[in-house]
């Protein structure tokens, strides 16, 4: 099985449209939902995307997620200077029995 | 509303022990599976333990299986993780998660030093 991959930082500037990837194998991303999680400086991760594609009530319509074969994708477009924080996906893997997480992408508002 | 608090974290020496605990409220804490995940230094998120809602299922990363032993006490609404033989590879931030991930406990922070 393969842990998810995303790229270690990504950067826009406010208004622009950034999209994160996350690459992972059959076992998880390719067999099973992605969820996508921010996490703010000194928080707690927050739940972003459930399902590859929902946002859980209160997430603004600027998020968006997707998922094709073994990989998934964020967006989030409108980039706002709070939206500044680590990014990370997740899956289940049917190899493990138990959930994995991506390495995480840092996101820089320029 | 929906609260996780973790609690326990601290200094222990390497291959000491610590049991955390998650105090839970707001839901109905016996009909959920919960989670522990970690977050080392500048590092992140690490997948560490599951239970299943009554507690007889349960799940362990190899990186801590056969040191730690995740349990619960849904008559406390209690969630708890006992860590032994820690290393310095288990300093963390430790979360407690509900199993729709919506939500979070704040943390507590585990440091591993002599």
């Known amino acids: 099985q393969s842990v998810p991959t995303q790229p270690p930082s990504a950067s826009g500037t406010p208004g622009q449209r950034v999209t994160i990837s996350c690459s992972g194998s059959?076992?998880?991303?390719?067999?099973?939902?992605v969820n996508w999680y921010q996490q703010l400086p000194g928080t707690a991760p927050k739940l972003l995307i459930y399902?590859?594609?929902q946002r859980p009530s209160g997430v603004p319509d600027r998020f968006s997620g997707s998922k094709s074969g073994t990989s998934a994708s964020l967006a989030i477009s409108g980039l706002q200077s709070e939206d500044e924080a680590d990014y990370y996906c997740?899956?289940?893997?049917?190899?493990?029995?138990?959930?994995?997480f991506g390495g995480g992408t840092k996101l820089t508002v320029l | 509303e929906v609260q996780l608090v973790e609690s326990g974290g601290g200094l222990v020496q390497p291959g000491g022990s610590l049991r955390l605990s998650c105090a839970t409220s707001?839901?109905?804490?016996?009909?959920?599976?919960m989670h522990w995940v970690r977050q080392a230094p500048g590092k992140g998120l690490e997948y560490v333990s599951a239970?299943?809602?009554?507690?007889?299922?349960?799940y362990y990363a190899k990186s801590v299986k056969g040191r730690f032993t995740i349990s619960r006490d849904n008559s406390k609404n209690t969630l708890y993780l006992q860590m032994g033989s820690l290393r310095a590879e288990d300093m963390a931030v430790y979360y407690c998660?509900?199993?729709?991930?919506?939500?979070w406990g704040q943390g507590t922070l585990v440091t591993v030093s002599s």
């Open positions: 059959s076992s998880n991303i390719g067999s099973n939902t």
């Open positions: 998660a509900r199993d729709d991930w919506d939500h």
């Open positions: 997740a899956a289940w893997d049917d190899s493990l029995n138990g959930w994995v």
């Open positions: 707001g839901f109905t804490f016996s009909s959920y599976d």
């Open positions: 399902s590859n594609n």
């Open positions: 239970i299943s809602s009554n507690g007889g299922s349960t």
